[in-house]
């Protein structure tokens, strides 16, 4: 079993900046991607940026440029900063790993979810 524990929400206002963070714990053989996803009520989750593990980075376009993706792999940690923050970034952010799990010798990836962080942009 595999948990993420997600931190770093909260209410900021447009223009305001904020950190979070997942950390992955469990058993595990390897980690091959970290990202965020977010979902605002009445819409569809969608990623906002994910980091894989060749160093590989994606972003929405809603995004390019005011946030960044980083990990540190030592810790299983994935952050996410966010600058420039708007009204329309106001969602509930998930953290998301999709990792190799063995059973026996069968070697399968799965996909794991925290448990959600609310971040809301408001004035």
């Known amino acids: 079993q595999v948990h993420l524990v997600e931190s770093g929400g909260g209410l900021v206002q447009p223009g305001g900046s904020l950190r979070l963070s997942c950390a992955a714990s469990?058993?595990?053989?390897?980690?091959?991607?970290m990202g965020w996803y977010r979902q605002a009520p009445g819409k569809q989750r969608e990623l906002v940026a994910d980091?894989?593990?060749?160093?590989?980075?994606n972003y929405a376009d809603s995004v390019k440029g005011r946030f960044t993706i980083s990990r540190d792999n030592a810790k299983n940690t994935v952050y996410l900063q966010m600058n420039s923050l708007k009204p329309e970034d106001t969602a509930v952010y998930y953290c998301?790993?999709?990792?190799?799990?063995?059973?026996?010798?069968?070697?399968?990836?799965?996909?794991?979810w925290g448990q959600g962080t609310q971040v809301t942009v408001s004035s």
């Open positions: 980091s894989l593990r060749d160093g590989s980075t």
């Open positions: 469990g058993r595990f053989f390897s980690i091959n991607a």
């Open positions: 998301n790993a999709k990792v190799t799990v063995v059973v026996g010798a069968v070697f399968g990836e799965y996909d794991y």
